[in-house]
T-cell receptor, first 111, second 112 residues
Framework: GIQVEQSPPDLILQEGANSTLRCNFS?????LQWFHQNPWGQLINLFY???GTKQNGRLSATTVATERYSLLYISSSQTTDSGVYFC?????????????FGKGITLSVRP | DGGITQSPKYLFRKEGQNVTLSCEQN?????MYWYRQDPGQGLRLIYY???????QKGDIAEGYSVSREKKESFPLTVTSAQKNPTAFYLC???????????FGNGTRLTVT
């Protein structure tokens, strides 16, 4: 099956700093989503982005499908950005039932 | 507000007992999913359903069962056959097809 690698596995930032989180995948995809899991376990969908670039406030994401990677940018980080960021991909029909999740990137933003 | 409600938030059971986790959504989504998350790991799909009265096994269905009698509800039963049931269980829903997946707040199950 498709392999998903997220890097770096852990990241510590000072509040206000910018960061880039990376998701590499081993096959072309029709479905790619980024999620944020807060310290209480709640998972929020950040982006549905199988290709192209999207922005939502301080967050933006870019997927370069031909080169098999996606980047999540966090600007002016805040302590509430702390948590685990997951990338999930699906290579075939794009159905959510076939999503493969990466192991996540743990982000800690210090005040 | 539309959303996905999972209950209870924490659940404790003795080994050998079956336990049912509740998931209700009012987003009018056709598709619903159950995932399991273990510490330091990504999510793994247990079961999913794209229409009422129909569901399919995911990657780790052994020891679990589900039903989909109503569009809004997708309960998960963790049976005594599940060898390592202690985990964080997440319910999700989406429109059928390529669309964003939305999650409930999860249920932490501890079996001793």
């Amino acid at each position: 099956g498709i392999q998903v690698e997220q890097s770096p596995p852990d990241l510590i930032l000072q509040e206000g700093a910018n960061s880039t989180l990376r998701c590499n995948f081993s096959d072309s995809v029709n479905n790619l989503q980024w999620f944020h899991q807060n310290p209480w376990g709640q998972l929020i969908n950040l982006f549905y982005i199988p290709s192209g670039t999207k922005q939502n406030g301080r967050l933006s994401a870019t997927t370069v499908a031909t080169e098999r990677y996606s980047l999540l940018y966090i600007s002016s980080s805040q302590t509430t950005d702390s948590g685990v960021y997951f990338c999930a991909v699906e290579p075939g029909t794009g159905a959510n039932s076939k999503l493969t999740f990466g192991k996540g990137i743990t982000l800690s933003v210090r005040p | 507000d539309g959303g996905i409600t999972q209950s209870p938030k924490y659940l404790f059971r003795k080994e050998g007992q079956n336990v049912t986790l509740s998931c209700e959504q009012n987003l009018n989504h056709d598709a619903m999913y159950w995932y399991r998350q273990d510490p330091g790991q990504g999510l793994r799909l247990i079961y999913y359903s794209q229409i009422v009265n129909d569901f399919q096994k995911g990657d780790i269905a052994e020891g679990y069962s589900v039903s989909r009698e109503k569009k809004e509800s997708f309960p998960l039963t963790v049976t005594s056959a599940q060898k390592n049931p202690t985990a964080f269980y997440l319910c999700a829903s989406s429109i059928v097809g390529n669309s964003p997946l939305h999650f409930g707040n999860g249920t932490r199950l501890t079996v001793t």
